[in-house]
């Protein structure tokens, strides 16, 4: 089975025959194989080992496992729990809480995440000058949204416009998700990238060789702390230090008006044996960025900038 | 054969009947092997590979390979090209280049090395609060310098005056000479420490769970400026966001006088097979970090402080 949906795009989910089709994000890129969900709690398992991963694409997950469910409420309560940082997953979920037909609503979210991704992606580009080079991290391309990506999607406008050199991908450790999957995404684009290990940022940065950063966010808060996966923040301290401008990519319903500020986002604490194969390790999963290191929050409703209560008030409310 | 050679401290390198056996630390943790080197040349593909790594142990291994060589210039020269970025391995070339019985020089450089980390570790521990947290990045233990340590001696001697609490160890990309080797040493001397990505550390000192960043240095120039393993630079960044001290712990023989600043320091870029299988990679392995962010230079001579080409100097002339 094909990948490619529509057009170049991966697409990570498929609600087919009454069951939802999840493309192995573990497997990849060296094998492309699909994991076929009956039931709620393989859902469930497929967001909690990553095979599934990205804030919209968890979320869209989760909305498509509620057609699987005979229980409802209970399927959404073990579905939020099943990773406590993105906000997109108890979003979906409260948009699909009371829906007759769950796959529907899923299947117009999914649609809608698509239109958000073109319209974020190309008011990001708006962004760069010629000959931008850029550097992401973690993978927020097709298979963590389910359309276009949102950094991986503004970086993708900007190819297409011309105006890109160059990514530089940090491989993202520990579990490599910039390394295996953001580099497959930008070779099957066409997009020039070289992998780096995550620690290297800084120098490049310190010899004038980045010009953007372009991150994804899991959860933003009202006043504009962003959590994303760990190693966004140390990004945002290197991009401010050397005057390169620090981006966010993400749809308006990463932001959670219920959170006032980064400390009060749970941050996921995941296996040490992610990261080492015996001994004690700590494996946070995501970091916070605090508000005044983000030069602009770029989402499908327009581009924020400081002072973000304000502007993040004024999307929320429009 | 043990690969402990006094007390519980590793030995990376023994000269024994005309040959130089080197710890293999590619095989660490998983298996203690030695390699048998009776060439010149067999000493240069295990710096070249990492077998044998940290700036003082090469350049002890250096000095150890002149004894094998029939020409002493051809083999001095080989040696030195195998990793330009490190001082000491030129340095430790030169001492040993009219000895009459080179290892007799390398015995006695190796010997020196012990001397001058129990000197450096003593007095770093020195700047150790009680119940200090401390990060490291990399390996700067017994198997870098062929003593006790540099950054790792700190900490052990931290630990041992009761001053440690505990220590998070960098993983240290693409190699993991963290997670390898440092968690290795670590456990063996029964330090409580915890690996974490090397991405995490921002999130760590932001959360206020660093108090002190020990790392040691391939060369220090004469203005202050820091060589060291890639990842280093991101870390002192972060701890002067957060006032948290740095500290580079490196004999004085890591100091090149000839070296201004840090832009004069040769950076090695290693295979970028060692990021990716497949696929573009850019893989340096050292970074520069720059004096004004270095609270203290911690040498076997003395605790040196800013303003560096001051204390630098009266280092060297002393």
């Known amino acids: 089975m094909s ?6 795009a991966v697409e990570p989910l498929r609600f087919e025959d009454g069951a939802l089709l999840v493309l192995d994000q573990l497997a990849l890129p060296a094998e492309e194989r699909w994991i076929r969900c009956e039931t709620v709690e393989q859902v ?7 095979a599934v991963r990205g804030a919209p694409a968890i979320g869209l997950a989760a909305a498509y496992a509620l057609a699987l469910a005979e229980d409802r ?41 698509r239109d958000a991704d073109r319209r974020l992606s190309a008011l990001g580009a ?12 973690c993978n927020t391309g097709a298979l963590a949204t389910g359309g276009y990506g949102t950094a991986c999607g503004v970086l993708r406008a900007a190819w297409e416009r011309g105006r890109l050199a160059e990514v ?55 006043n504009g702390d962003v959590a994303n996966k760990v190693g966004t923040y140390p990004l945002a301290v290197l991009a401010d230090r050397h005057g390169v401008p620090f981006y966010v990519a993400a749809p308006v319903s990463t932001i959670d008006a219920a959170t006032p500020d980064g400390s009060a986002i749970p941050i996921e604490e995941r296996d040490p044996g992610e990261i ?20 602009a929050i770029v989402t499908e409703a327009g581009v924020l900038e400081p002072p973000y209560p304000d502007s993040i008030a004024r999307v929320l409310a429009a």
């Open 3 to 8: 990948v490619r949906a529509e057009g170049t």
């Open 44 to 50: 469930a398992d497929c967001i909690r080992t990553l």
């Open 73 to 113: 409420a209970s399927a959404a309560e073990l579905l939020r729990s099943t990773r406590p940082t993105a906000v997109n997953l108890a979003w979906a979920l409260e948009q699909c809480r009371d829906a007759l037909d769950p796959v529907q609503v899923a299947r117009r979210l999914h649609s809608e995440q």
């Open 126 to 137: 708006d962004l760069f000058g010629d000959g931008t080079r850029a550097l992401t991290h």
């Open 168 to 222: 530089w991908v940090g491989e993202t450790r520990p579990l490599l998700q910039g390394a295996r999957l953001t580099a497959w995404e930008l070779r099957q684009a066409g997009i020039p990238h070289r992998v780096v290990a995550d620690s290297a940022a800084g120098s490049l940065m310190a010899q004038g060789r980045v010009d953007r950063v372009v991150v994804g966010a899991d959860r933003i808060a009202a």
């Open 276 to 295: 080492v194969a015996e001994g004690e390790a700590f494996n946070p999963a995501f970091d916070v960025t605090p508000a005044e290191l983000v030069t």
